[in-house]
């Protein structure tokens, strides 16, 4: 009788447990990148059609842009739509860093002690800073003074010069095309002083002796606001469709 000395198999256990979560998580998200990507499509930026402008606002803008050229075409349009800078004789001169405005020292600008009065200083400084914007918009914008501020420092015995300093970057607010507010700060000189016949010989005879300085009269700050004039025409077709 043989006896069977083989030893018994032991079965392996099966493990039976369940996948955890993130196992699954991680099988799903491999079977989704094996999606088609959808492609995102931009859309192209519409460029808005020009407005023709009409035959008005052409010659509107020509005669703005005349009005800037020079003194004589800024007088003769002074005189059909701002006689009172036509009255004063206020003239306008540029050159390469600065602008200037010079209020000549005239009956009409003088009060009843022989000075320049301060109703016509105040006045022509609005008019002096408003021709400064006006000249570096151009004429396809509106200037309108907001905010007008005089300091009254010493009387005026002579003719005035508006030496105009602008405190924003005039020329980059332009270029953006929309409407801004600019602040102006003017200083207000005496730029010949009155001098009687025994001064100026002194002066004459003595080589060492100094010039007069400009005496500085007053200073004004000034806020003009400079909306397109393409900005009226749309608020008012605006309205007219609301109508």
Excluded at 78 to 95: C, E, H, N, T, V
Aim: net charge positive; hydrophobic share 35%.
């Amino acid at each position: 009788m043989s006896t069977d000395t083989t030893p018994p198999v032991q079965d392996t256990p099966v493990d039976t447990a369940k996948p955890e979560e993130s196992d699954v998580k991680v099988q799903d998200q491999d079977q989704d990148t094996g999606s088609t990507p959808e492609v995102e499509t931009k859309a192209k930026p519409t460029k808005e059609p020009k407005v023709k402008r009409t035959l008005f606002e052409r010659l509107e803008a020509w005669i703005s842009k005349l009005s800037t050229r020079n003194n004589f075409w800024n007088r003769v349009c002074s005189m059909i739509w701002l006689p009172y800078a036509f009255r004063s004789g206020i003239k306008m001169s540029q050159d390469e860093n600065t602008y200037r405005a010079t209020l000549p020292f005239r009956r009409f600008n003088k009060n009843w002690y022989s000075a320049m009065a301060g109703a016509a200083l105040l006045g022509n400084s609005e008019i002096a800073g408003g021709n400064y914007v006006f000249s570096v918009c151009g004429g396809d914008y509106t200037v309108v003074c907001k905010h007008l501020e005089y300091k009254f420092l010493r009387p005026c015995h002579g003719p005035a010069e508006y030496r105009m300093t602008p405190l924003e970057d005039i020329h980059a607010l332009v270029a953006t095309g929309e409407e801004f507010n600019i602040t102006i700060r003017m200083d207000v000189v005496q730029v010949l002083v009155p001098m009687s016949e025994k001064k100026l010989a002194q002066e004459v005879d003595d080589p060492n002796a100094k010039p007069a300085k400009p005496k500085r009269v007053g200073r004004c700050t000034a806020t003009f606001h400079v909306t397109p004039k393409a900005h009226h025409k749309a608020k008012k077709l605006r309205g007219t469709k609301k109508a």
